[in-house]
């Protein structure tokens, strides 16, 4: 996926260093998955291809070797520093072992991916991002060296923090666990976004999950015309004669289509439904993000607080001329920093959030869009082709009656 | 009866049925031919009824039904005429020597009565009985129109008198007895369940070239009033009378020959008679026939036969299989329509969920996609809905000849047992035969002859008597019956063939004409959502 720069948008345009004439570029792309190792150590490593022009970037290709676990590192990094800012989800870990390595499996991760690289780097704030730099150039040892160092602060996965959010509407659980009331932003634009983020999620997880039955709904009535041509096969040699013949083409034919069905139930879960969950885990992404925004918004609220208390103090120590004062004094400047710092951070993540929002909803149209033109392409196409495969048996039909 | 199955449309229908036939439902008393306008693959349900139907030209654009209209539940698939014994294709109508009889039966009314019993249980048990209506102008009859009530016992009669008449004959089955169904389902659905059963059975007699003629379906029709036809006694009166009998058989055996002085009773297989010894003669025939040295006197020598016999027998299996498949076929039809609907409806409450939570124009674009592909999902779900209850129809076809193969079955086995029947006469034809040499052997070594072997040598010859006419009765009878077989073969390769060719038709084109239309709906939505091809 190329990245065209977005008119004005990126600090990439301006860069002074290369007067290129080509336009600055940065493609990514994930293949060749091959299984390496053996026994319960098995994994898949995936190749990935930079082609860039970018001076960031070492030469204008490199091919480095990752596994999913690299993946997982990036994205994580990526949340940590990037506050505010939709990371782009991950296709996620199999739970069920022997579908670990099935083919289809690993390309429907493999093109997840693929999906993944692409999006952050095409997206203007995170194709800055160092971690992407080692990602996309470092060695396999440095890349090993740098997963095995993130420490528990980082490995926090954003579904821990969901259990705060876990309903909008009534704080019971915390009430239950023994948490106190959350600060929350009382801001009413907010409060319908997060409505938005939730019950979208609901119905597209909805959407996906029949989405997935259609899929597997295609291979079934695949295998059973396959059954049923193989059986009136049989029934037509039994009889002999054009009618015979005429019950073995029906059965060829039912192979045919047979066949085809099979290859759109495929086309239908790469294409259509594939996008459709991908859609679902960036709406958990942005889930994850609303978390950090709240965690944001209560530092903030929290600093706030302890700063008012430490000017009461200190004024208390003003009052009764202590020695206290002067170490007061540096302690509320700290503070006052922290709290300017806190502020901002709530800020900044409030205002790329708004900016994300738009970006993801645009971005979502045009994924959708095309999935839905895939589903159409290949429901038409198959059923044209059914269409066309009966009606090629008329002829002969025709005939076998006097 | 030549019924075409687009008369198993009821008016409401939405799609358009095919080019005018007249319904010979509608117009019983009509002397015509009821075979007007019917193109020749008039098979095809979904053929348009555009002014210019060229009706071997698939390529005819389906018209798209209008969902507005759309009635689903309009494909009554039990309706009487849907399920009209065999479909005739026109073509073949000039073969039909009686293509202008007809005789239609159907089944209404069930009404609950009281049993009128003597037992000494106060409170009577129910039965149920049904309406039956025939209209008819076949000569047999003594009218156009009859309307009798008859209960099952009645029908059970008939179909056992039809299998003691036709032997020989591919006489369809009547429905079960299914005891253990009407005790366990709701009454009301059981007795829909059997009005629709029987009248499906009446019909299939009624399509019966032979059978339709038959004074046996004729009284059950016509005759007001309780059935006449003479019910056969139950199988243990009759052994009770058997061994009552079958003493005076062994003591005086001789005097009364081989016991058969009933000569119609030949026509009958030995096993359900009252004759007990002629039930062991046989037993003992059927062994030596399959397990002595000798062959029996007269064997199955119609090589044509035992042919067609092991083809047909191959023809079931593979049928019973095909049918095994048509059903999983079906029910993966089912799913998929199922799936797609349910897909449509989440798209449809996500696309109520954008637009109103919409806030930014990208939102409500996408929301207009979302209605397209979901309109469609809903539009292909119903689509195969029907398409399936057309499958339904057509496949519907190789469960009839299931049903048929087992009428087959039955006529096969009245040929063994009249075989049978012969044989063992012969067998005893011979066996006196010998007794007569031994004694007059014996007897011609006395001078002056022998009063008491003399006389014993009379006595075999009138029982030799007997027996010869026995014989002959009975192989006359095995002959008939050969000859039935022969003749229902033949139509039934005949009728088989026109079927099965217009089962295929109709399934072909049936898939044919819904997925070009599916193919429309799909079309029409990869349009509208081509701004976001991939180039």
């Known amino acids: 996926m190329n990245v065209q720069q977005r008119s004005g948008s990126g600090p990439m345009a301006q860069s002074p260093r290369s007067p290129s004439s080509q336009p600055p570029y940065l493609t990514v792309s994930v293949s060749d998955p091959a299984k390496m190792g053996n026994g319960v150590q098995a994994y898949i490593s995936y190749k990935v291809i930079t082609k860039t022009n970018l001076p960031e970037y070492e030469g204008p290709e490199k091919i480095v070797i990752r596994r999913y676990n690299d993946f997982v590192w990036l994205r994580d990094r990526l949340f940590e520093k990037y506050k505010g800012v939709f990371i782009p989800p991950l296709p996620e870990k199999s739970t069920v072992e022997k579908f670990r390595f099935s083919a289809e499996f690993i390309e429907m991760r493999r093109q997840a991916l693929d999906v993944f690289v692409n999006r952050i780097a095409s997206h203007h704030e995170l194709q800055q991002s160092y971690d992407l730099r080692m990602f996309l150039q470092a060695d396999e040892q440095s890349m090993e060296r740098a997963r095995s160092q993130e420490t528990g602060i980082f490995k926090k996965k954003p579904a821990d923090f969901m259990q705060i959010f876990k309903d909008v509407q009534s704080r019971v659980s915390d009430v239950v666990l023994g948490k106190e009331k959350p600060l929350e932003e009382s801001n009413p634009e907010y409060e319908k976004l997060k409505n938005y983020i939730f019950q979208l999620e609901d119905h597209l997880a909805e959407a996906q999950k029949h989405a997935y039955r259609l899929v597997k709904r295609h291979r079934e009535l695949g295998q059973s015309l396959s059954d049923f041509g193989k059986a009136v096969t049989l029934l037509g040699n039994s009889e002999g004669n054009n009618l015979g013949k005429a019950f073995a083409d029906l059965g060829a034919k039912s192979e045919i289509l047979s066949a085809k069905l099979q290859r759109e139930a495929h086309h239908l879960l790469m294409n259509f439904e594939e996008p459709l969950k991908d859609y679902v885990r960036a709406v958990q992404s942005i889930k994850a993000t609303l978390s950090e925004r709240a965690n944001a918004f209560r530092h903030h609220c929290e600093l706030a607080e302890t700063i008012k208390f430490k000017e009461i103090d200190m004024n208390k120590l003003r009052l009764t001329r202590s020695e206290k004062l002067a170490e007061a004094e540096r302690e509320y400047e700290e503070l006052k920093a922290d709290g300017a710092e806190a502020t901002r951070r709530f800020e900044t993540i409030v205002k790329l959030m708004n900016e994300e929002i738009l970006r993801f909803q645009e971005q979502k149209t045009i994924d959708m869009g095309l999935a839905f033109h895939e589903f159409a392409k290949g429901q038409a196409h198959l059923a044209k082709g059914i269409a066309d495969a009966w009606r090629s048996l008329l002829p002969k039909l025709e005939s076998c009656s006097t | 009866m030549m019924t075409l199955e687009n008369q198993s449309y009821e008016e409401a229908h939405p799609l358009p049925k095919s080019n005018g036939s007249k319904s010979i439902l509608h117009d019983p008393l009509s002397s015509s031919s009821p075979f007007v306008d019917i193109p020749t693959d008039d098979a095809d349900p979904l053929h348009s009824s555009t002014p210019n139907p060229s009706p071997n030209s698939i390529n005819t654009i389906l018209e798209p039904p209008s969902y507005a209209e759309a009635v ?149 029709l016509e005759a007001s009033g309780k059935m006449p036809l003479m019910r056969t006694t139950d199988v243990a009166s009759r052994m009770l009378d058997g061994a009552v009998r079958l003493p005076k058989q062994l003591l005086g055996a001789e005097s009364e020959g081989v016991g058969v002085a009933d000569a119609s009773e030949l026509t009958q297989p030995a096993k359900g008679g009252r004759d007990l010894l002629r039930i062991f003669k046989e037993l003992k025939q059927s062994v030596t026939n399959d397990w002595g040295a000798a062959k029996p006197l007269l064997l199955e020598e119609d090589k044509e036969f035992l042919e067609r016999k092991d083809k047909l027998q191959d023809f079931e299996q593979q049928l019973s299989s095909v049918s095994l498949q048509a059903e ?203 701004v976001y091809a991939k180039i």
């Open chain 2, 72 to 220: 689903f539940g309009s494909f009554d698939l039990d309706s009487p005429s849907s399920i009209n014994g065999h479909d005739h294709s026109p073509s073949s109508e000039a073969s039909q020597s009686f293509s202008s009889d007809y005789l239609k039966i159907s089944v209404s009314d069930p009404l609950k009565e009281q049993e009128v019993s003597n037992s000494l249980v106060p409170g009577g048990s129910y039965f149920y009985s049904y309406l039956i209506t025939t209209f008819t102008n076949l000569s047999e009859y003594n009218g156009t129109e009859f309307n009798v009530r008859r209960r099952f016992k009645d029908v059970v009669a008939l179909s056992d008198r039809l299998g003691q008449s036709y032997r020989g004959f591919f006489i369809p089955l009547r429905p079960d007895k299914s005891v253990v169904e009407s005790q366990v389902m709701q009454q009301n659905e059981f007795v829909e369940l059997r009005r629709a059963a029987l009248e499906k059975y009446l019909t299939r007699l009624a399509d019966h070239p032979v059978i339709r003629r038959s004074e046996e379906l004729r009284m059950f």
């Open chain 2, 328 to 530: 999983s076929l079906v029910k993966a039809q089912q799913d998929i329509g199922e799936t797609l609907g349910q897909l449509g409806l989440a798209f449809v409450k996500l696309t109520k969920f954008e637009t109103e939570e919409a806030i930014c124009d990208s939102q409500r674009a996408c929301a207009a996609d979302m209605k397209n592909v979901a309109t469609a999902a809903v539009k292909a779900s119903r689509l195969y809905r029907e398409l399936n209850a057309q499958t339904v129809k057509h496949l519907d076809k190789l469960h009839e000849y299931l049903g048929v193969m087992l009428a087959v079955n039955n006529a096969f086995t009245d040929r063994s047992s009249a075989l049978l029947t012969v044989q063992t006469l012969l067998s005893d034809l011979s066996s006196l035969n010998l007794r007569i040499e031994k004694l007059e052997a014996a007897s011609s070594k006395i001078f002056g002859g022998d009063r008491s072997r003399i006389r014993k040598i009379e006595e075999l010859r009138d029982s030799v008597r007997v027996t010869e006419d026995a014989k002959n009765c009975a192989v006359r009878e095995y002959e008939r019956i050969k000859d039935n077989n022969r003749n229902e073969l033949e139509r039934l390769e005949k009728e088989r063939h026109d079927d099965f060719v217009n089962m295929l038709k109709g399934f072909v084109v049936n898939q044919a004409g819904y997925a070009e239309k599916m193919a429309n709906v799909w079309e029409t939505v990869a349009e509208e959502t081509s």
